[in-house]
């Protein structure tokens, strides 16, 4: 079985085969896409420079593999000190790219 890298668009054709032989190539398909899940993202870290009283900035890169389509934004979730992660912000697009 031959492996295609995630994110490689797949125009295939078809051929059926019984007792008494091969088909001729059906047309060929709409072009599907191999896609997975993103990888996380890399170096989070907190811009010091940029803390306040009431708010905090974070930078961070994109994972190695974006799974075949580009990362539409991200979600920010925080330990709230008993082992559970509230989610902080949420639909956000990274600015450090």
Known sequence: ????PWGSSIYA???SYNF???SKESAVGNGAVILTYPDPPL?????????SDSSISLSWTNG???GG??????RITYDNSIGDYI???SAIKN???
């Open 13 to 15: 054709k078809i051929v």
């Open 95 to 97: 600015p450090y790219f």
């Open 64 to 66: 190695l593999a974006d």
């Open 20 to 22: 008494f032989g091969y």
């Open 87 to 89: 989610v902080l912000a």
């Open 69 to 74: 389509a580009s990362v539409l934004d991200y």
């Open 1 to 4: 079985m031959y492996q295609l």
């Open 43 to 51: 170096n989070v870290a907190e811009i010091i420079s940029e803390r």
